[in-house]
């Protein structure tokens, strides 16, 4: 059974930054595809960030250049850097595990059903 439970989440102001953790349990996180979606109040959830097997990583436009994705493959844990961070930035996060060797790609940011396995999700709030 694959669980992924999310922490670091909390509120933090506008140009913060937070760092969330993924830790994995019944799965490795080195030889597959990962990422992390988020849903704002009243939106639809998004990708946020992936990264592939082979460490390729990709990023939603509206992250890029703020956030990063490292994995830790002793600790078997998938981090979220989030720095600048605005309100928008504001939703529930999640943590997606997949069980394909896929590279790290837009198509894996847009695509959710490519992941098997959701943590439950940490809140994120970013005010002014």
């Known amino acids: 059974l694959v669980q992924l439970v999310e922490s670091g989440g909390g509120s933090v102001q506008t140009g913060g930054s937070l760092r969330l953790s993924c830790a994995a349990s019944?799965?490795?996180?080195?030889?597959?595809?990962m990422g992390w979606f988020r849903r704002a109040p009243g939106e639809e959830r998004e990708g946020v960030s992936v990264?592939?097997?082979?460490?390729?990583?990709e990023y939603a436009v509206s992250v890029k250049g703020r956030f990063t994705i490292p994995k830790d493959n002793a600790k078997n844990t998938l981090d979220l850097q989030m720095n600048s961070l605005k309100a928008e930035d504001t939703a529930i996060y999640y943590c997606?595990?997949?069980?394909?060797?896929?590279?790290?790609?837009?198509?894996?940011?847009?695509?959710?059903?490519?992941?098997?396995?959701w943590g439950q999700g940490i809140q994120v709030t970013v005010s002014s």
């Open positions: 997606a595990a997949s069980s394909r060797e896929y590279y790290g790609s837009r198509w894996a940011v847009e695509t959710q059903r490519l992941y098997d396995s």
């Open positions: 019944g799965y490795m996180v080195g030889p597959y595809l």
């Open positions: 990264i592939g097997y082979d460490c390729s990583t």
